[in-house]
Each structure stands twice: as C-alpha cells, then as structure tokens.
C-alpha cells in the first residue's frame, strides 16, 4: 500500500506523489542540519547544497557537497564577501536531511527541469543553468549568456522568478530510470504526481487510459510503442500537472 506524504507529516506544493517514489529516501538516520535522529530523510548528493551562517556576519551561505573524493568548492558571502569552507570534520558523503531543515531552506536540492538545471548557486541569481532556448522562447522567459565556448556555441541562463526556484530547491527529486524532467507551464513548474502504470491511466480515463495517456505525451514520441513498456521493467511514466490550469504532462524513459 502506497504511503502518502501527508501520513507521515510531509507536505511539497510541488510533489504530490507517494513516499515511495521519493529518490534516495532514507528510511531513518541523523540529520546533517540539525543533528536530531529522524525518519523519512533526504539524501544529498553532489549538486545539491547545505545552508550554513557566514562565520563572519552570519549571512545564510550555501556550502556545495560536490564529489567525495575531491576538495570542497568554498562558496562566498555575498553581503560581506567572506569566503565560507566546509567544516572541518563534517562528512560529505551518506548525508541527508530531515523534512523540516528542507522546507526550512537549510539544505537545497538541484533539479533537472524543462527550463534548465536548477541549483542553488544559479537559483539566488534568478537564473536556470544551461537553460533550454526553444522553451524560454515558447514560454517567453528572458535568457542571458553565462558563457561563450571556443567554438562559438554558448550557455544560456534562463531567468524566472526567484521565488519559483526556491520552492524547487525545497523539494525533493523523484526516482528515474534515466533523470529528471520537471515541465514547466503556466509561469510555474508542475506539480509531481507519480509513476503510473496502465491501470491508472485507465482509472484516469475509463474506457479510454491508452488515448489519454498518448494525447498528454510530447508531441511526436512514439507513444504507442511506450504504452507497452508500463506494464514490464523496460519503462517507467511520469505524471504531472499544472496547479493553475490542471493541464497534465507524461513523460517516459527507459533503461
């Protein structure tokens, strides 16, 4: 029986899925924030952030994880520009955070989305990282140039509102075969909802879940051939929708 967040005393405007679809979920363990013993914590991984105060004006500071086998990527304090280390002794690998510190803003967790990859350095900016041109285009998002390669191709930074992408970062990722693709529509991103198989796009639309299911997938996938693979271990849905409109998104991978 699947276990929803709100059973366990987690709520996320963005994630209305059950528990169980929550990537890298720790069952039980300490939290790297505020150090209490907890259930149901969210583990961190190299892209994401800790929230720490500035040693010197205790400013809020975000601290990378990064990788555990290389040296920490010191972050600096935008109000006073002290440069900021990862403490001493503090580990970097196998650490989560609890719901609170998570809604709190005292973690931030990155996200790969329609707009662009979403992390915390970028998020402060107001800017999604290499940002995808034709959906800031479709949608009418101002982009800048974050960086110019030698062969004249470019990074695109993608702006939305700051606000927006701070209640990403408080969100937690969910599982993939591949990787995340959070839709983004009517000025916001898309709520979560789940993986589902053909039996709930059935319930979804009785007597008629494969065409509902093919007329929300993106334009020009071959839906039909992806319909089959719900119901083995080849492909895995994903279930989305708009908070404004109710308008719903699939997406499909595979191994």
Known sequence: MSI????????FPLYKAPLETISALMKKGKCISCGRNQRNLFELSQNDFLVDSC??????????IGWPDEKPVPSTCERCATVNHWPKGRPREGIAVCYDCLRAGRAAMAHETEVGHLDLEHSLRGLADFGAPEVASREQLR?????????ASTRIG????KELLMEMMRTPRHMA??????????????????H?????????SPGSGKKWFGAHMPPGEAWEDMWE???????????????????YRVFVDSD
């Open 4 to 11: 929803q967040l709100q059973d366990v005393g987690m709520a």
């Open 55 to 64: 040693k010197k004006c205790a400013e809020p500071v975000g601290l990378q």
């Open 143 to 151: 982009t800048t140039i974050l960086e110019t390669y030698d062969d």
């Open 158 to 161: 993608v702006r939305l509102p």
């Open 177 to 194: 075969l591949q990787r995340e693709y959070w839709p983004y529509h009517c000025k916001g991103f898309m709520a979560y909802l789940g």
């Open 196 to 204: 589902w198989k053909q039996k709930d796009f059935h319930r979804q």
């Open 229 to 247: 693979w719900l119901e083995g271990d080849v492909g895995l849905s994903y279930v989305f929708q708009c908070q404004k409109c109710g308008e």
